[in-house]
């Protein structure tokens, strides 16, 4: 790496050696933008499980060329809240006292918008030094807690986390989001704000790792074999089950199924959530018997797991239209199955596909639409098969990490033109 190289830093709690979705994106974009730029990356420390050794890890690394700096941030536990508001509030300074510590006026940040807080550290530093910075939205604030019923939209807190954010959206060099539903409400909200403007948001979707997830044949699927799923026809959800994941239309429409006689159609859970003992609990009360729950499974499985199945479920509920573009839509379209999308009219996963024809959208609630989609796609093998063929046309055609990285590395060349 020469020493001209432009200069960016990528700022996220989490990065290699995480596995979580956020650290593996963020590790796979900074590693594929390094050669064409000095890549540096501002983190926490790794979040290992209970009883791993975490005093050895390095302050400073690298990885694969790129240089890695881990602020000393609280590791309290993420699962209470208070903890984890704590957690977000000292790595937000100590993101903001090494921006503001280490300025150089040929570097860019890119900040996410996870931790909540993180942005405002970024917006601090250009009004104090004048760092250029790009905001990397994954989940629009306050807007997602309010929708959730978190936070009520008149509170205090909710109406000054809306003025930060403005100023944020208002400041920032460029802004990413994931989708055209997520442009279309951030542009809607600061269209009131003549210092805005919206030629500075770029659509650049997140992508999955297309020669990890590749559509392996359900009759070659181990995974498929050992949970007996070669009987019937499988519409799966894997991932997290968490408050603003749809599956009540599905779990109801395999009900409807059982009560119109139709055994061989069944819905297989994979994961762990805030809303999972919910859902099983409604399963159980109902009677409904082709609903089944499997634990998380190994990272490593994933390509059995996500393939063992004819046809993937994508629900999201309509109140976090715009707010959000779930991750299951890459992993899905690169397993080259039919999707089931159970989400708002306006969602990224009902555009995407209705516009690469790889499934059906289903508006939440409408069982009877759920359950006639299914029935035919268990019906006519050919037709779920072209489907699913469609489906990881359309990834290797738009959602690859080659797509992003050219994205990335043209927003981050723009930026530094307007150095």
Not at 131 to 138: D, P
Not at 270 to 285: F, L, P, T
């Amino acid at each position: 790496m020469g020493e001209d190289s432009p200069r960016i830093t990528l700022v996220t709690e989490y990065f290699y050696p995480e596995e979580a979705s956020t650290a593996q994106l963020l590790t796979s974009l900074a590693t594929g933008l390094q050669g064409d730029f000095d890549v540096s990356v501002l983190t926490g420390r790794p979040n290992y499980h209970p009883g791993d050794e975490t005093e050895s890890v390095l302050t400073r690394e690298q990885h694969k060329g790129v240089s890695i700096e881990r602020l000393p941030a609280t590791r309290l536990d993420k699962d209470t809240l208070p903890f984890r508001v704590v957690n977000w509030i000292t790595f937000t300074l100590l993101v903001f006292w090494r921006l503001v510590r280490t300025r150089d006026s040929d570097d860019v940040a890119l900040v996410l918008s996870n931790p909540p807080l993180l942005p405002l550290a970024a917006w601090a530093a250009k009004r104090i030094c004048g760092i250029s910075y790009g905001y990397l939205i994954y989940d629009m604030y306050p807007d997602f807690p309010v929708a959730l019923g978190m936070i009520s939209e008149e509170s205090i807190v909710a109406r000054w986390w809306e003025r930060v954010m403005r100023m944020i959206y208002r400041d920032a060099d460029q802004i990413v989001v994931l989708g055209n539903s997520m442009k279309r409400r951030l542009t809607s909200k600061m269209d009131d704000d003549p210092a805005f403007s919206p030629a500075k948001v770029e659509v650049i979707p997140n992508w999955e790792d297309g020669d990890f997830i590749t559509p392996i044949p359900k009759s070659e699927n181990s995974f498929a074999h050992e949970e007996d799923l070669m009987g019937s026809f499988v519409l799966l959800y894997s991932g997290n089950i968490g408050r603003f994941h749809e599956l009540r239309t599905s779990i109801d429409a395999i009900g409807l199924l059982e009560e119109q006689g139709r055994d061989n159609i069944e819905l297989v859970v994979i994961g762990e959530g805030a809303r999972k003992a919910n859902h099983q609990r409604y399963v159980e009360q109902q009677g409904i018997r082709h609903v089944r729950f499997l634990p998380f499974q190994p990272v490593e499985r994933l390509p059995e797991t996500l393939t063992a199945c004819d046809a993937s479920l994508v629900g999201i509920i309509p109140e976090v239209e715009g707010m959000c573009v779930s991750s299951k839509l890459y992993s899905a379209l690169a397993a080259g199955r039919p999707i089931l999308a159970v989400v708002g009219e306006d969602d990224e996963v009902a555009w995407a596909v209705r516009d690469h024809g790889c499934g059906a959208h289903i508006p939440p609630g409408d069982v009877e639409a759920a359950a006639e989609t299914l029935a035919e796609w268990a019906d006519n093998p050919t037709l779920s098969e072209d489907l699913g063929e469609h489906a990881r046309t359309s990834f290797e055609a738009n959602y690859t990490r080659t797509h992003a990285v050219e994205a990335y590395r043209g927003l981050f060349e723009q930026m530094h033109a307007h150095l």
